[in-house]
C-alpha cells in the first residue's frame, strides 16, 4: 500500500510540474537545426578579403556559403537576412585559395535583432 501510495504521488508532482518544465523550454535560446526562411542563417564563420565579406552560415542543421560586399558589423553567431544575387557552382576564390562547392554572392546583409 506504501508502494502505491508513493507511485501516486511521484506521478502526480510529475504532472503538476510538467507545465513548468514546458514553460521553461520558450526561454531556450533556438538550436542550430531551426528552420529559418532561406534567406537567413546563423553565422558559423566569417573571412573578410578585398571587397568581400565571406560568411558560412547554418540554416535547419545545414550549412551553406554567401559572399557579400564587405562589412565588419557581422560576427560568428549572429542572426543575419541577405538579399541573393546569384548562385555560383564550384567557384574558385583567388584571393582565399579556395573552392566553394556553392556560393549564394548578395548584393546586401542585415543583422537581425531578437525581439
Known sequence: M???LLI?????T?????????????NVPSTKTEKLPDDEGIVVSVMDTTGYTYMEL???GKRFWI????TKEVKA???????ENMRMHNFTS??????FDQLIFVTSTQVKVAQ
Open 14 to 26: 510529475a504532472f503538476l510540474l510538467e507545465p513548468a518544465l514546458v514553460l521553461s523550454d520558450q
Open 8 to 12: 501516486i504521488t511521484v506521478a502526480f
Open 77 to 83: 553567431g549572429d542572426h543575419i537576412r541577405f538579399v
Open 2 to 4: 506504501k508502494k502505491l
Open 94 to 99: 583567388k584571393t582565399l585559395n579556395r573552392t
Open 58 to 60: 547554418e540554416n535547419g
Open 67 to 70: 559572399a557579400a560586399p564587405t
